[in-house]
């Protein structure tokens, strides 16, 4: 059985540009606004209605242990702020207050060794190399906290910009589903990518 032996204060992970730490209420606006934005919405399963959606699902996660089976546990990349300097996004600063978006997971019930992954990234920091550092991160503290044996992603076939994200941090290709989701009104392909444990370890 998968048990969570860390606090939520101590749920930190640091990578060269991000510090990625767990979502507060206080985050709930910035989540809000670039979970809404339409080039971010179009393929994210969690558009919240508004700002106390999310600041209740923030309280929600404290009641629960870090990486509880079978909840979406939501984790906040926050860019170090030297780094917008580096990206010459100086001005995306204080309208994000260092907020780019977040990555989730989702450990399964059943084994509680197998663990799904999302990603949700502001437009204004997309293509930076931003998603892949935080999903290293992710993936690394995952099967060295949780000792999972295999994390996967489910991806809207026609999200090509997320397969190759996905591809390039390791992900193989374990299926492509034909209209097997229900999503936001019409049939979607659903595409399937997973990552074991050894071929990550391999990858080190």
Same mark, same amino acid.
């Given at each position: 059985?998968?048990?969570?032996?860390?606090?939520?204060?101590?749920? &930190?992970? %640091?990578?060269?540009?991000?510090?990625? +730490? !767990?979502?507060?209420?206080?985050?709930? +606006? +910035?989540?809000?606004?670039?979970?809404?934005?339409?080039?971010?919405?179009?393929?994210?399963?969690?558009?919240?209605?508004?700002?106390?959606?999310?600041?209740?699902? @923030?309280?929600?996660?404290?009641?629960?242990?870090?990486?509880? !089976?079978?909840?979406?546990? %939501?984790?906040?990349?926050?860019?170090? !702020?030297?780094?917008?300097?580096? &990206?010459? $996004? =100086?001005?995306?600063?204080?309208?994000?207050?260092?907020?780019?978006?977040?990555?989730?997971?989702?450990?399964?019930?059943?084994?509680?060794? %197998?663990?799904?992954?999302?990603?949700?990234?502001?437009?204004?920091?997309? +293509?930076?190399?931003? @998603?892949?550092?935080?999903?290293?991160?992710?993936?690394?503290?995952?099967?060295?906290?949780?000792?999972?044996?295999? $994390?996967?992603?489910? $991806?809207?076939?026609?999200?090509?910009?997320?397969? =190759?994200?996905?591809? =390039?941090?390791?992900?193989?290709?374990?299926?492509? &589903? =034909?209209?097997?989701?229900?999503?936001?009104?019409?049939?979607?392909?659903?595409? $399937?990518?997973?990552?074991?444990?050894?071929?990550?370890? @391999?990858?080190?």
């Amino acid at each position: 059985m998968t048990e969570s032996i860390i606090s939520h204060e101590q749920a &930190l992970i %640091q990578t060269p540009r991000l510090t990625l +730490r !767990p979502m507060r209420t206080t985050d709930a +606006r +910035r989540v809000y606004d670039y979970r809404n934005q339409p080039a971010v919405s179009i393929f994210q399963g969690w558009t919240p209605e508004n700002q106390q959606e999310v600041a209740n699902y @923030a309280t929600g996660m404290r009641e629960r242990p870090v990486g509880a !089976p079978g909840f979406w546990y %939501q984790v906040i990349l926050q860019l170090n !702020p030297e780094e917008f300097n580096n &990206l010459d $996004i =100086k001005s995306a600063e204080n309208e994000s207050g260092g907020i780019v978006g977040d990555v989730a997971f989702c450990i399964e019930t059943d084994t509680q060794k %197998q663990a799904e992954l999302g990603i949700a990234l502001d437009t204004a920091f997309q +293509r930076k190399g931003l @998603a892949s550092e935080a999903i290293t991160g992710l993936v690394d503290f995952l099967f060295n906290q949780f000792d999972l044996h295999r $994390i996967h992603v489910s $991806i809207d076939a026609r999200n090509q910009a997320s397969m =190759k994200l996905f591809e =390039k941090s390791g992900f193989r290709l374990e299926g492509h &589903l =034909k209209q097997s989701v229900f999503f936001k009104g019409e049939w979607c392909d659903d595409i $399937i990518m997973g990552l074991l444990k050894t071929e990550w370890m @391999a990858r080190s």
